[in-house]
């Protein structure tokens, strides 16, 4: 599996937003224009063409077409696709993709009423977050391997309704019906990400340069850009 985290704030990525937009496809370009807030445009162009890149990368084209599960996982429209997952928070767009289905959550931590959120929680969660000394960052953790989970099902967070997953926070593992998934999570200042799939292997965790996101551009615009250094494992820990 990889992550590939583009930070929009060090990449200076809010002053390049129309040159981006620019490179989508018409009906991608109008969506991202419909938002109100113009950070809302920025991280959703920036996903597209993380996308857009991914497909080109491991599909050979980077139009690739999309589709859309009933509570709008979004999926490539051809058979044994790389599968991928995409999250956004604050100034981080992340995409996670590998060769299983799978779900990546990234959460900005702010101040806020996590009691009243964290009611959807399990009995080990609730524990957890009793004995935790610093239970606004464990709510994080929980919150994003819970978001992640519902990403690789697919189903949203309607999954908390059945209540029929239940997590073992020490092994990394949930267990839902006659499945055992893993999941994995990171923090960085101000920030909190989890993964989470059947199986979890090896994560490379790529912090985007510079230099990285050029290429992502190059080939949004249908340009063939020079192989790729290996990328820059840092920031989440």
């Known amino acids: 599996m990889e992550v590939w985290i583009a930070d929009t704030e060090f990449l200076e990525l809010d002053r390049q937003l129309e040159g981006m937009m620019a490179l989508l496809p018409a009906a991608e370009r109008e969506k991202a224009l419909r938002f109100r807030k113009r950070e809302d ?7 597209r063409l993380l996308i857009h890149t991914l497909a080109a990368e491991r599909l050979g084209r980077v139009d690739m077409s999309l589709r859309f599960s009933e509570y709008g996982k979004p999926f490539f429209a051809c058979e044994n696709a790389v599968q991928f997952s995409l999250s956004h928070a604050g100034k981080l767009v992340v995409l996670a993709f590998g060769d299983v289905p799978l779900g990546v959550d990234v959460e900005e931590r702010r101040p806020c009423n996590w ?14 977050l009793r004995r935790s000394e610093d239970s606004l960052g464990m709510f994080y953790r929980l919150w994003t391997v819970w ?8 189903l949203g967070l309607v999954i908390f309704e059945n209540g029929d997953a239940i997590m073992d926070y020490g ?6 019906q006659s499945r055992t998934l893993r999941f994995r999570s990171w923090e960085t200042p101000g920030y909190t990400m989890s993964v989470c799939a059947e199986q979890l292997g090896e994560i490379r965790l790529r912090c985007l340069s510079s230099e990285d996101w050029n290429q992502i551009l190059m080939v949004n615009r249908g340009s063939s850009p020079p192989e790729r250094k290996k990328g820059v494992e840092k920031e989440f820990n």
């Open 41 to 47: 445009s920025l991280r959703c162009t920036v996903g």
């Open 171 to 176: 092994s990394e593992t949930i267990h839902h």
């Open 147 to 154: 978001e992640a989970f519902s990403k690789e099902e697919g």
């Open 115 to 128: 009691r009243e959120l964290a009611s959807v929680f399990g009995a080990e969660e609730q524990s957890l």
